[in-house]
């Protein structure tokens, strides 16, 4: 199983940024984002869950951030828009059967991909 994470980059605050995550290998139950801010914890971003096929965020995110998921290339996308120099971080995705009450937890994911890093500018 593997898990490529792309799409990050420089940019200025209020800017948008699309990340892609493609997972080769098998489909699983939850596919997540999470983030690593410098000197800080993980932290969830949003995740899907294919078990109601619904989406969740964190509040910092909600309304600015919009996951999405083509099955069919088992392909995770994360739009992110009206960036804050507060989102700076290595974004990764991750992946595996989490059970709902636990998507937002990274400990729950089995395989995670190496990160992609977000840098957003004031």
């Known amino acids: 199983v593997q898990l490529q994470a792309s799409g990050g980059g420089s940019v200025q605050a209020g800017a948008s940024l699309r990340l892609t995550c493609v997972a080769s290998?098998?489909?699983?139950?939850?596919y997540g984002w999470f983030r690593q801010a410098p000197g800080k914890e993980r932290e969830f971003v949003g995740a899907f869950f294919a078990g109601n096929n619904r989406i969740y965020y964190a509040d910092s995110v909600k309304s600015r951030f919009t996951i999405s998921r083509d099955n069919r290339k088992n392909t995770l996308f994360l739009q992110m828009n009206s960036l804050k120099p507060e989102d700076t971080a290595v974004y990764y995705c991750?992946?595996?059967?989490?059970?709902?009450?636990?998507?937002?937890?990274?400990?729950?994911?089995?395989?995670w991909g190496r990160g992609t890093l977000v840098t957003v500018s004031s």
């Open positions: 290998g098998r489909t699983f139950r939850s």
């Open positions: 991750a992946a595996g059967n989490a059970i709902l009450s636990s998507v937002s937890t990274d400990s729950a994911y089995n395989f």
